[in-house]
């Protein structure tokens, strides 16, 4: 069998396999969130003010609240199966277009963040470890400490108040400029504009990780038998660090990586919140105090999916990597 | 004698105001953009009043009328009104050549329609504020007629466009309102048209290019945004990418500040429709206290003062009596009442606790409640805080609960399942819309929010609240308004604490935001920037 087909072989099988784990967790997700207090017109009549409890019991007939819970359950995997997520009746709105408008401010943030991350992230760890117990392996542990202990909501408001307030280089918040509503290029000059604060807040956070993961895993892989191997060979100092060890120190970045990926794309509350970015932590945020299950619920699809799909990327990028590992 | 009142045209009123001075002249165009937080669920105004609608709705609705600071009717969609002498007969003449922002033209049809099939029906205030109207005749296009079954002299404070706004029959007929694509797409005969709803991000109105009153409104364009977090709406404030934020959306910590910045001014004002009230909701009808003793004592030992200055920056007012003083307007509120003090008074609590024969027992506690506070933020949080150390020295201990929202509503007004609850009320333009639903023996409905959640029962107070919204005399609807409030400072069964201010703050460059006493759920339509 050619290479090639083996590898489909195995992602068509991690795929079945990955089938009945995201029923369970469908099921798992709507019986958690029927345990939540009070449902979506609880709160619509509240924020309205005043409503009758006729009017409520309408509401919640419109909805399907009033049905049984395994009948509302049977309605929801019916749909799913069929690819509609649904309805969000607070929204008044399919989730899947909600979530869809959703996906682009949340990926350009994510993907913009896991670049900056991973890059100077290795970058930094790949600096400490070269220059180990010198002065720049201190400097770039004592920045990963910082940033890594300081509150995310706490970095994003004190580079709104330097670089907003105090120098106005870039705007507090939201994605694009409202007085101007630019088109064509501007527009995606401006996007970028607003894009560069909650980048950096986000990914100093996780620069700290792999800058940390970077360093361990280099030191790990210098001790190794092959790095000795090579040495004696006469190989340059320079070869073995990018050709060797930078490349199997690179495996756990990887892994980390991967993880992060299925986490993030699941949005940052805070981040969006401080930057009142529009990504889809935000939305879940909202929906759960809205008591909007059916967007949740979309919502937590959506992640779980990414998840199994980036794991099964994550894996065929090691057996790039790392020839040893194979799939099947 | 007929009672007639004809308002000076729109017009008139705007020439008046240029005339006032050539420094002010208002300058067309710019972009106005604002802070509306929470994102509205929908742009229904005729369908909730939530607040976030109410800061958008009406810049694209309008309604009969429009308030001034003072409470007094200015003209709207209806440009006179005639009221008969039994107050059964109330005739609108409606303001000719104005149209949908589709281009239908507005008619009485259309207030008609609102109305009955609307307001009456599905808003959520509306079946209380048109109650006693039976028909509306449409005897001509610019004429409706409100026929009532009795007099009801406060539906005159209800027809602003946050209140009943005006809606287009001819998009809303054979329609369930409730499901109507107008929800998210509404067309009004306001001064700026929809055009964007980005959720999330913004919502994006442009200049109505044929509104009706001549030469407005000023702005190009309003845009609402939605800035979650509090500290970053500071920040977009003094970074001047909004210039607009109401209903405390820059928390007050901040906002004494920025009122002591230049370029940057807070007011008070524009809140008189709504007249917001905190209070404390008791369980009357459990131990410990189903005892108005009890209740009295605690209004004597809480320092409203205290709360006001140090939780709320001194933005506030104590309360005084069941009704706000706003109320002294219309005739309506009475003097400072019994049991309401604004400083605290331990001695005189302990006396009424003494008195009623509730003792301390060996750890000098005489009574022991969960206090539940509303979860609209973190002062309430702290007013739970100090009132949970106010109650020691009389021997109150408090243990504090802080639920989201739907929890709490559940928890209060649907399984009676507290004992003490901090909570606001708007009391709104007129003690019927706002005020009634809180004490009235009708106003115990399981599941509803926001009414009698204290299950207190007066059938004497009954009738009186039936009498004051009947009594088209203005005299006698002020005495029988003192009575109930002398029964409410007896009884206590929601004990007041303080009339809420809330802030507006904004840019100094922003004109033009304080003609209506509407504030901040006004039209904009004479707001202007001067750059």
Known sequence: MSHSARRLRYVLKRLIQALPIVLAIVIMNFFLLQMAEGDAVDVLAGEAGSATPEYMAELRAKFGLDQPLPVQLAVYLKNVLTFDLGYSFRHEMPVSQLILDRMIPTMLLMVSTIMLAVGFGVLLGLIAATGLNTWRDTAISIFALITYATPLFWVGLMLIVVFSLNLGWFPTSGMENLTMFYEGWDRVIDIAHHLVLPTITLSLFYLALYTRLMRASMLEQYGQDYVTTARAKGVTERRIIFVHVLRNALLPVVTMAGVQVGALIGGSVIVESVFAWPGLGMLAFEALFARDLNLLLGIFLLSALLVVAVNLVVDIIYSSLDPRIEVG | ?531
């Open chain 2, 1 to 531: 004698m007929r009672h007639l009142c004809k308002f000076a045209l729109a017009a008139v009123a705007m020439s008046a105001a240029l005339a006032s001075g050539a420094a002010m002249a208002q300058k067309a165009g710019g972009n106005l953009v604002f802070i509306v937080q929470p994102e509205p669920p929908s742009l229904a105004g005729y369908l909730s009043t939530s607040g976030p609608i109410g800061l958008v709705a009406p810049k694209i609705y309008e309604g009969l009328f429009d308030y001034d600071n003072d409470l007094k009717i200015a003209p709207a969609l209806a440009e006179s009104y005639d009221v008969s002498d039994d107050g059964k007969t109330v005739t609108f003449k409606l303001q000719q050549g104005v149209t949908w922002h589709d281009g239908e033209p507005f008619t009485s049809a259309d207030v008609e329609f609102t109305v009955m099939e609307v307001l009456k029906k599905v808003h959520p205030r509306g079946p209380n504020s048109f109650r006693e109207v039976t028909s509306i005749d449409t005897p001509d296009e610019y004429t409706a007629v409100f026929n009532l079954a009795k007099a009801a002299p406060y539906m005159l404070s209800a027809l602003s466009a946050y209140e009943s706004p005006m809606v287009p029959k001819h998009l809303l007929e054979g329609q369930d309102p409730r499901n109507a694509e107008l929800g998210n797409n509404p067309v009004g005969t306001g001064p700026f048209k929809f055009v964007e709803w980005k959720k999330g991000q913004y919502i994006r109105l442009e200049k109505n290019e044929n509104y009706w009153k001549e030469g407005l409104p000023y702005l190009d364009r309003i845009v609402g945004r939605f800035i979650p977090d509090a500290s970053t709406r500071t920040a977009a404030m003094e970074s001047g990418e909004v210039m607009y934020g109401a209903f405390g959306a820059i928390p007050n910590i901040d906002a004494v500040r920025l009122r002591d910045t230049d370029g940057f001014s807070v007011t008070t004002e524009g809140y008189a429709t709504i007249n917001p009230m905190a209070l404390i909701e008791f369980d009357t009808t459990e131990p410990p206290f189903d005892n108005p003793a009890l209740r009295k004592a605690i209004s004597y030992a809480l320092d409203r003062q205290f709360l006001i200055d140090n939780i709320w920056f001194g933005y506030g007012k104590p309360a005084t009596s069941a009704l706000s003083s706003t109320f002294a307007g219309p005739g309506l509120y009475k003097d400072p009442m019994p049991n309401y003090v604004p400083t605290a008074d331990i001695e005189e609590a302990i006396k009424l606790l003494d008195e009623a024969g509730i003792t301390p027992d060996e750890n000098g506690v005489r009574a022991k409640a969960v206090l539940d506070l509303i979860p609209y933020g973190e002062d309430w949080r702290r007013a739970g805080e100090y009132m949970k150390q106010a109650l020691v020295p009389i021997g109150i201990e408090l243990e504090l609960r802080y639920e989201d929202v739907p929890t709490w509503l559940k928890r209060v007004y649907h399984n009676y399942d507290f004992a003490m609850n901090v909570n606001y009320f708007y009391q709104l333009a007129d003690p019927v819309l706002g005020v009634h639903r809180h004490y009235g023996t009708d106003q115990i409905r399981q599941g509803t929010h926001f009414v009698n959640s204290t299950r207190y029962p007066n059938p004497k107070l009954d009738e009186l609240l039936v009498a004051g919204a009947q009594e088209p005399d203005a005299a006698k609807r002020g005495e029988i308004y003192g009575e109930i409030q002398s029964i409410l400072a007896e009884d206590m069964p929601v004990l007041n604490l303080f009339e809420m201010e809330f802030l507006t703050v904004y840019n100094d460059k922003l004109k033009g935001i304080d003609v209506s006493g509407l504030g901040a759920y006004g039209s904009f339509a004479e707001a202007w920037i001067d750059d």
